[in-house]
Antibody, heavy 118, light 108 residues
Framework: EVQLVESGGGLVKPGGSLRLSCAAS????????MTWVRQAPGKGLEWVGR??????????DYVAPVKGRFIISRDDSKNTLYLQMNSLRSEDTAVYYC?????????WGQGTLVTVSS | SYELTQPPSVSVSPGQTARITCSAD??????VYWYQQKPGQAPVLVIY???ERPSGIPERFSGSSSGTTVTLTISGVQAEDEADYYC???????????FGTGTKVTVL
């Protein structure tokens, strides 16, 4: 059974930093393209970015509002995905999900809440 | 930037058919995926590659595509189908993914 468990969320002041983790199990992590999606309170889903598998080049892409502030990385030896968030703004307040958005299947974690407020 | 537009809400009586559209501002030839999200839960994939249904998803969920509009159809709606639904696709290069604006389905 695929499991994705996010952690690291919490309250942070504007301009601060936070690192989220996503522990994966139940599938071959090093072959998977991993994605971060966020959802602001009461709002829709927003794709944050994706990291390809190393065998597919390891390319990382980001949505425009977070490019230059957020960094996605992975540690295949630990089956873990990361999201380093810097220069946080109030509009980054959201539940952050890690997910595998495949061609014919998708698995999501339960999300971790990040609140940016003074 | 690439955008996918959905109606904010759809209301339907039990047993009737709900149709949710997802309109793109450009033809990208990328597949569309549909997700169901209930309050406090993570999204669940209900349709992939425009019209394919994952195992475990009821047959009443179906997808279709025509031009720059794709449609999720729920035939014989049940109370448990009340949820938010999101389409998802990618830009023409397949690099940047995007979610639709979301549709709240209310079962009357």
């Amino acid at each position: 059974e695929v499991q994705l468990v996010e952690s690291g969320g919490g309250l942070v002041k504007p301009g601060g930093s936070l690192r989220l983790s996503c522990a994966a199990s139940g599938f071959t992590f090093n072959n998977a393209w991993m994605t971060w999606v966020r959802q602001a309170p009461g709002k829709g889903l927003e794709w944050v970015g994706r990291i390809k598998s190393k065998t597919d080049g390891g390319t990382i892409d980001y949505v425009a509002p977070v490019k230059g502030r957020f960094i996605i990385s992975r540690d295949d030896s630990k089956n873990t995905l990361y999201l380093q968030m810097n220069s946080l703004r109030s509009e980054d307040t959201a539940v952050y999900y890690c997910a595998t958005l495949g061609d014919s299947s998708a698995d999501w974690g339960q999300g971790t809440l990040v609140t940016v407020s003074s | 930037s690439y955008e996918l537009t959905q109606p904010p809400s759809v209301s339907v009586s039990p047993g009737q058919t709900a149709r949710i559209t997802c309109s793109a501002d450009a033809l990208t030839k990328q597949y569309v995926y549909w997700y169901q999200q209930k309050p406090g839960q993570a999204p669940v994939l209900v349709i992939y590659k425009d019209s394919e249904r994952p195992s475990g998803i009821p047959e009443r969920f179906s997808g279709s595509s025509s031009g720059t509009t794709v449609t999720l159809t729920i035939s014989g709606v049940q109370a448990e189908d009340e949820a938010d639904y999101y389409c998802q696709s990618a830009d023409s290069s397949g690099t940047f993914y995007v979610f639709g604006t979301g549709t709240k389905v209310t079962v009357l």
